[in-house]
C-alpha cells in the first residue's frame, strides 16, 4: 500500500526520503510496513486508506481484545479444539458440598467418594481426607 506524508508542510512533497520516493506527498509505489513504521517515527504519515501506520495506534486500537488462550498439544501445537475442550470442562467441573458427601460417606463408606475421586484425579487415605480434598477440588 501507498504511503501519505501528512506532516504540516510535506503534504505536497516530491522527491527521496530515505528509500521511498514521494509525488506530491504520496508514495509512487507500494512501501513495506517497516520502510512506513520508520517514516512514521519522524514525521506524521498514513496509508493512502486513510489507516494510521503508527505502532502506538495499532496497539491503542488493539487495547480491548482479549487475549489468545492456546492449549499445548503434540509437539507443541496449539490446539484450538482442546481450547473449547478445557473451557467446557471448566463450566462442567462438578460443585461438592460438605452435606453431599457426608451423606454419600454415610451411605457408601469410602468406596462412593472414591468413585466420585478417581475420575477426577483426587485421591484421599480417610473418609476426611478426601472430602476435603473434593471440597477443595470444587473451589477452584
Request: hydrophobic share 40%.
Amino acid at each position: 500500500m501507498k504511503l501519505r506524508i501528512t506532516q504540516l508542510g510535506f503534504e505536497g512533497y516530491s522527491g527521496q526520503m530515505g528509500v521511498i520516493n514521494f509525488e506530491d506527498g504520496l508514495s509512487t509505489a507500494d512501501v513495506l510496513v517497516i520502510d512506513a513504521v520508520r517514516m512514521s517515527a519522524v514525521m506524521l504519515c498514513e496509508w493512502e486508506d486513510g489507516t494510521s501506520v503508527s505502532i502506538t495506534q495499532s496497539i491503542i486500537d488493539n487495547a480491548h481484545s482479549p487475549a489468545p488462550m492456546f492449549v499445548s498439544g503434540a509437539e507443541g501445537q496449539h490446539d484450538t479444539e482442546k481450547v473449547e475442550t478445557a473451557k467446557n470442562d471448566q463450566t462442567s467441573k462438578p460443585v461438592f458440598t460438605e452435606e453431599q458427601l457426608s451423606v454419600l460417606a454415610d451411605s457408601e463408606g469410602i468406596k462412593g467418594l472414591r468413585a466420585l475421586g478417581d475420575p477426577i484425579g483426587v485421591k484421599g487415605n480417610s473418609i476426611k481426607d478426601l472430602i476435603a480434598a473434593l471440597i477443595d477440588y470444587s473451589k477452584v
